[in-house]
């Protein structure tokens, strides 16, 4: 039987990607904050993922991504199990990066209207004229239904 494994997400990077040489070959890893919807007046949750980026994808990481700054990643996700500095065992969501798109404007590092995010249209906040009109039941109807 086949499977399948893949996970999507959209946050803000948790701190400024770590990038290093791995066997001639760049990875950087960053941590990714994931907000999960609350009701009005409950605590915030937020999901905490290492992502990791291999090659040409990790380049681009170190070039354009800082703390702060929300993207959208595919990737494969796995899980481990370590234990920390205290003793205590520790569980970390892991996602081996595959795609990536930036997101925010320009000035927030995004990359927008055109260069691989999405684009929305500028609005005109300029007020539409209406035009009103009135039908009187005295006009005939030239429709033949």
Same mark, same amino acid.
Do not use: C, H
């Given at each position: 039987m086949a499977s399948?494994?893949?996970i999507i997400l959209i946050g803000h990077l948790g701190d400024d990607p770590?990038? $290093?040489?791995? +066997?001639?070959r %760049?990875?950087?890893? @960053?941590?990714?904050?994931?907000?999960?919807?609350? $009701?009005?007046? +409950?605590?915030? %949750?937020?999901?905490? @993922?290492?992502?990791?980026?291999w090659g040409n994808n990790a380049e681009v990481v170190e070039k354009y991504?800082?703390?702060g700054k929300q993207v959208y990643v595919e990737g494969r996700l796995s899980t481990r199990t370590y234990t920390d500095?205290?003793?205590q065992t520790r569980f970390s969501l892991d996602v081996q990066g595959?795609?990536?798109t930036m997101l925010g404007s320009r000035e927030?590092?995004?990359?927008?209207?055109?260069?691989?995010?999405s684009y929305a249209p500028p609005q005109n906040n300029a007020k539409r004229e209406t035009t009103e009109t009135s039908f009187s039941a005295d006009e005939p109807?030239?429709?033949?239904f």
């Open positions: 399948y494994n893949k770590a990038v $290093r040489d791995y +066997e001639g %760049k990875v950087a890893n @960053f941590s990714l904050a994931v907000n999960a919807y609350t $009701r009005p007046g +409950e605590e915030p %949750k937020t999901d905490w @993922f290492r992502i990791s980026f991504l800082k703390k500095n205290t003793g595959q795609n990536m927030e590092g995004g990359m927008n209207q055109g260069q691989g995010g109807d030239d429709l033949p």
